[in-house]
């Protein structure tokens, strides 16, 4: 392990024959450029200024020892805000924000830095690490930190891991503690911090997290705020905000108090180009290659691409598949409905009142076709809710008419009818289908490589080309999947998300499963 201060090491931590070596560190150290690696440099950046010492040699020592040398940009964010007063032994920026497209290793920098004040600042400091939600902030601590601390030398300084839900944090031998703060303005209340860590500030559309990481920061002479994140959309206005303030004070060549560094394609840049991608992504060549951004490119959509890998920001929710993709895979003879008997998937999206219940079938061949949809009609009251003896009844017509191999739906939505069908059909075939995040990341990603590569062909009904139009992507940290404009929006896209379920099932159920010979019900 790094060895550690004297207990009576000034505020920063930093000793002073290190104050003498680390004011020689390079200020900008230069990408190794070959065909493989990236010669990324910051649209925007604070200056090195030489002759201040530096604790990024420091940092970066931390990083090697997690077995994660840093990269060239890594570098040069740790050896500028790493920058310190001589005299005092006060950092020279209080904030640092740093935005970069996603998978460039900001964990390596961010663990770098906690284990850096939890260690070597020779008092017992408090860290707080915040994410768009307390889950993905725990997420990442009992997920990525701790199984990168156990594999380091660092294991030995551990104390204890706290994995809660109501408690999640890792506590180290020297009375440091690093935890996760949730996302709410009052979560910093009472505490005081020596570091915080907004991570993925996209999400944001307030203060909040801002505001309690501050104010539990004021009595802390040498504390900083590090704000991390890709670039988001008109609806990122906490990141929209830092973004402006960091470029005014690049532009304005100001080296204190804010730190700013911004990796990013410029808004014309052909993002096909394997130029673009050498000249903004700097783990490019490093920790990934262009065969992986080149995949990225074929299946995601153009606007999360663009905002995920060249970190350009996006006016607004980006429609969901391209104009025009979806009109274009109409079935060339005109297929609407499969013949009777056909094996097929069916995919169900249901809600009990204000808002749509939908189901789509999906062939084996990949055709998309409406079976039902139920939507409040116009001027019908709040008290409006979704029939459900005919969803049951087009379901079961459904059965009968084809060969249904499997239903994929999310049960703990339509819990009395999920287990009648399960009952009736088949549990091998009713299929629980929740609609987490994780996998409807991968549905929606299935879904779009799908349409955009011709993969699958559709009905052409209106009410599916109306919930498919409506849909936008919704940005999170391990990719985008289809949601509505807002949580009110009257635009529905139960139709949408009942296609995705219908195809991810074709794609992924198991070959054998054979329905049950269906009862019907009479009368």
Known sequence: MLSMPNPRTPPSGVSTAERSRTSRSRSNPTPILSPTSSGALPRWATKRTPERPTIGPRLAKVAAKLGTPFMPWQQMVADVAGEYDAASGLPIYREVIVTVPRQSGKTTLQLALTLDRSLMWGRPCRIAYTAQTGLDARQKMVNDWGPMLRRSPFR???????????????????????????????????????????????????????????????????????????????????????VATGRALVEAGITQGIAYFEWSAEDDADPDDPATWRVCMPALGFTTDEATIRHARMTMPDGEFRRAFLNQPREHDARWLPAGAWLGRRHPDGLELPPDGTDIAIGFDGSYNNDATALVGCTLAGHLFKIAVWERPNGASDTWVVPRDQVDTAVAHAFRRWKVRAMGMDRSRWVAEAQQWAERYGDAVVLDVPQHRSRMVKASALFYTAVVQ??????????????????????????????????????KIDLAVAAVIAYDVVKTMPPTVKPKEPWVRWG
Not at 459 to 467: S, Y
Request: proline fraction near 2%; avoid cysteine.
């Open 156 to 242: 030995v300084a551990i104390d204890r891991e706290l994995k809660g839900a109501a408690e999640t944090a890792i506590e180290f031998t020297t009375g440091s503690r690093v935890e996760v703060l949730a996302s709410a303005e009052e979560a910093g209340h009472g505490r005081t911090l020596d570091l915080g860590l907004i991570d993925e500030a996209f999400a944001d559309e307030d203060d909040r997290r801002e505001q309690a990481i501050v104010p539990a920061m004021t009595t802390i002479r040498d504390a900083q705020m590090y704000v991390f994140s890709t670039m988001g959309t008109g609806r990122s206005t906490f990141l929209n905000r830092k």
């Open 454 to 491: 011709g993969l699958v062909t559709h009905d052409g009904d209106a009410d599916l080309a109306r919930h498919i139009s409506n849909a936008v992507t919704k940005e999170t940290p391990d990719g985008a999947y289809i949601s509505k404009e807002g949580r009110h929006s009257p635009l």
